[in-house]
């Protein structure tokens, strides 16, 4: 990954900075900072897969967003360029970013403390939600096979019947965001969603701190309604569904009770 990196560099003309790695999940990502050949502060992200896998929503989620949404308002990192490239089986894809050096609310994607963040902040994710939502695109974030199978398994209802998609983040949570000024960062799984999903994903994310989760409750009004119940299923399922995995094991009571409350709210 480290020379692939370096080949990408070089090949995308950017100087990245020594001894700065962020990996991620499993190692299948490596980026760093970087300056462009004008010293413009960039990003360099670098993603690997089997040469027959490269490719679909999460190789293309970058790429695909900055056609369809540009920097969103200067709320998401624009991608500057792409360079691929193919050794011994192996597909890699760099993505030269504009860098964000506002830090992350959270380290973790659950939150642990609150962030204290003001009415604006809020309202800036409202309306820059709102704009997303009614971004026309053919990704899917969701499929309707994947609620009809998960839901009434972790959650222990019938899927309710989508009767609303939207367009989604898909992997809102706190350690994909930043305060001053709000940024949205990664968007290798966004698109069509049921309505709500990702105020639901961030408040479940936020389960450990009343106060914020209540601040998210209050931010998005279709939680607790008849319309976000579908979504409020699909996020618990999909968490819940980690926990048997041993993942986000912090969150497992938490969810338990978001479940026990959806169950009450069911038709």
Known sequence: MRTHHARAAQALDVRTEPGKEFWGWAGRTLGTPARTATGKPAWLRLAAAPQDKAGG??????????????????????????????????????????????????DDPILHQDPNLPDSWWETLIGTLEKLSATSTDRIAVREQYMNRAVPEFVGIPAPTVTCWTTAHADLHWANLTASPLRLLDWEGWGQAPQGFDCATLYAYTLLQPDTAARVLAAFPILGSPAGLVAEATVCAQLLQTVSRGDNLVLKDRLRDWAENLRHRQP
Do not use: N
Not at 90 to 99: D, F, I, K, N
């Open 57 to 106: 929503k999460l190789w293309d989620g970058a790429l695909d967003a900055q056609h369809a949404l540009g920097d969103l308002d200067g709320h998401r990192p624009a991608l500057l360029e792409v360079h691929d490239a193919f050794d011994d089986g192996t597909a890699y894809r760099a993505e030269l970013s504009a860098r964000v050096d506002e830090p992350v609310l959270s």
